[in-house]
């Protein structure tokens, strides 16, 4: 008999006690010592599972094969999720909460009553009737983002080994650190892991499946004005400053934004402005979902500015583009069974797959062009990086149910 209980449920609670909070400053890597802490009772319930070769690494990452019970030719499919929580919100003494059998209305959270999980900004609440939401009790985040897709893949890993009728390939388990701080990838061996294709598990509402991410670049513009005694400048100073205001104010106003688009519009957005006299550097981020909307976007960008730059002939200005990440549709559409399979899995889950783009970048589009095709399925975390964080014990379960259906699918596919 393992220590540990067993269901998905008591998982997460276990997990999210522990502070795993990653750090946006920090220099080392992990960028928090404390994140080993999950990773290494992790392994340690992964070993009493049976998962012999399960270890953590120098860099805080979690590895874990569970053997193939099939003579088939299956592809080994890898399942991810990252261990650390956002630096946003405090991780530490997570006291959860269950709110058993909701029936609808606003949730109160107990340890700071002026923390209410409101319908009317959870719309996704109304398909909760009769689930048991966790929740903190107000004064922290929960960390179901990503501590739910680490339940979830433990709980599908004990349930396969314990029952060796249902028949699957070789299955990697990796757990990350840093995701929240955008280095969650930076560190991983997929020579090591050695999987075909992957799933991320860090999804939203149930039946969620995600193939897409923005496409981003960076842009950077240094602008070299002139300079002179502002009392004896008549006819000679150029300044940065305003040469910078002027791009600025020459920006879509109604379109092309974060604050005014949503869905499938991509966005120009000025990020940061150092600016003196005689020196301006003007920072922009990117965003589209194809290549030709970057393209748009950035030759917008360059007209602006060498219109602007016209007034002004003796001040000099360079433009830079920086690629940041790419869609990983790019990449997942050569892979066409990936998803497809995720959304047979999803639906034998008893659940209608939706397929849904992310507005920014995740770790599965970066694994995805590292050579590991990797989409992202729903773990169930509602409000993430806030202490109206919220994740429902039947969504986890669908999600555990879901991770098994796609095993088993893999396999039947293979001869
Ligand atoms: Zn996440």
């Not at 061996?189 to 039946?207: I, V």
């Not at 974060?258 to 922009?284: I, N, V």
Request: proline share 5%; glycine share 8%; aromatic share 6%.
């Amino acid at each position: 008999m393992a220590k540990y209980a067993h269901s998905v449920t008591d998982r997460f609670l276990r997990y999210v006690t522990i502070d795993t909070q990653s750090s946006h400053t920090s220099r080392s890597f992990p960028s928090t010592e404390k994140q080993k802490n999950l990773g290494r009772l992790l392994v340690q319930e992964l070993h009493e599972i049976g998962i012999a070769d399960a270890h953590l690494d120098e860099f805080g990452y979690v590895y874990g094969t569970v053997p193939s019970n099939t003579p088939k030719k299956v592809p080994v499919i890898c399942f991810c999720a990252h261990m650390d929580t956002s630096p946003d919100v405090t991780g530490q003494d997570v006291k959860p909460q269950i709110v058993r059998n909701y029936q609808g209305g606003d949730i109160v959270l107990p340890g700071d009553r002026t923390q209410v999980i409101r319908v009317a900004d959870h719309p996704a609440l109304r398909d909760q009737i009769g689930h048991d939401i966790i929740t903190t009790d107000g004064t922290t985040l929960l960390g179901a983002d990503n501590k739910a897709g680490v339940a979830e893949i433990m709980d599908a890993v004990t349930i396969l080994v314990n029952n060796p009728t249902i028949k699957h390939g070789t299955l990697k388990i990796l757990f990350t650190p840093d995701e929240e701080v955008g280095h969650g990838v930076d560190h991983v061996n997929l020579k090591k892991l050695g999987a075909d294709f992957g799933y991320t598990m860090d999804g939203e509402s149930a039946g969620n499946l995600e193939d897409e991410t923005f496409s981003a670049d960076k842009a950077t513009i240094t602008i070299r004005g002139v300079s002179a005694h502002p009392g004896f400048a008549k006819g000679k100073i150029e300044n940065a400053i305003k040469i910078a205001s002027r791009i600025v104010e020459r920006l879509p106003k109604d379109t092309c934004s974060p604050e005014t688009t949503e869905g499938r519009e991509g966005f120009l957005h000025p990020t940061d402005l150092a600016a003196t006299l005689e020196c301006a550097t003007l920072g922009f981020i990117v965003r589209d979902f194809s290549e030709e909307g970057l393209r748009e976007k950035e030759v917008l960008l360059e007209s602006i500015v060498n219109d602007v730059m016209r007034d002004f002939p003796r001040s000099t200005c360079e433009l830079k583009f920086d690629q940041q990440y790419r869609n990983m549709k790019v990449v997942l559409d050569r892979y066409p069974q990936v998803t497809a399979n995720a959304e047979e899995a999803i639906r034998r889950a008893g659940l209608t797959p939706k397929r849904t783009s992310i507005r920014g970048g995740t770790d599965g589009a970066r694994l995805s062009f590292m050579g590991l095709p990797c989409p992202n399925i729903f773990a169930g975390e509602h409000a993430f990086h806030s202490r109206l964080e919220w994740v429902s014990v039947q969504d986890m379960e669908k999600a555990v149910a879901t991770i098994i259906h796609l095993a088993t699918i893999w396999e039947e596919q293979a001869t």
